[in-house]
C-alpha cells in the first residue's frame, strides 16, 4: 500500500517533442487498460517501493513517454523528493532526487496555486 501521508503527490510525464500523440478514444482506452492491469496484478498490496516503481513504468508507457517520475513534498513543503524515474529507453530507474524550494521558488509556488 502506498504511504498514507499529507504530502502532495506530482507526477511527472515528460512527452515526446514530436507532438504527434494518440487521439483521445486511443488515450482514454490505453488509460483504462493501464487502470484494470493494476486492479488486477495486486500491486497496489505490495510494498510501496514495489508499487511505487511499478505505476512510473506503467505511467510511461501509458502516456506513450520516455520518462515518467513521481515527487513528493517533504513534510514542511520545502523540497519535491524524488520517489522514482523511470527510463522507459533504457529500463532504468532513479530513486535518489530532491528539488529545494529556496532554488526553486517560482516552480513552487506554481505548484502550490
Known amino acids: ?3 498514507n501521508s499529507q504530502s502532495a503527490v506530482l507526477a511527472e510525464a515528460r512527452f515526446p517533442d514530436t507532438g504527434n500523440g494518440p487521439g483521445l478514444a486511443e488515450r482514454v482506452r490505453r488509460q483504462q487498460e493501464a487502470l484494470l492491469e493494476i486492479m ?6 505490495s510494498e510501496p517501493a514495489v508499487v511505487i516503481s511499478r505505476l512510473t ?3 510511461a508507457r501509458t502516456l ?6 513521481l515527487w513528493m513534498f517533504t513534510e514542511d513543503g520545502s523540497a519535491l523528493q524524488l520517489s522514482d524515474a523511470y ?3 533504457d529500463g532504468n530507474h532513479t530513486l535518489s532526487g ?8 517560482n516552480y513552487f509556488e506554481a505548484l502550490r496555486t
Request: hydrophobic content about 40%; glycine content about 6%; aromatic content about 4%.
Open 1 to 3: 500500500m502506498l504511504p
Open 40 to 45: 488486477r496484478s495486486g500491486l497496489i498490496s
Open 57 to 59: 513504468e506503467v505511467a
Open 64 to 69: 506513450g513517454v520516455r520518462r515518467a517520475s
Open 87 to 89: 527510463d522507459a529507453h
Open 98 to 105: 530532491r528539488l529545494e524550494a529556496s532554488r526553486y521558488p
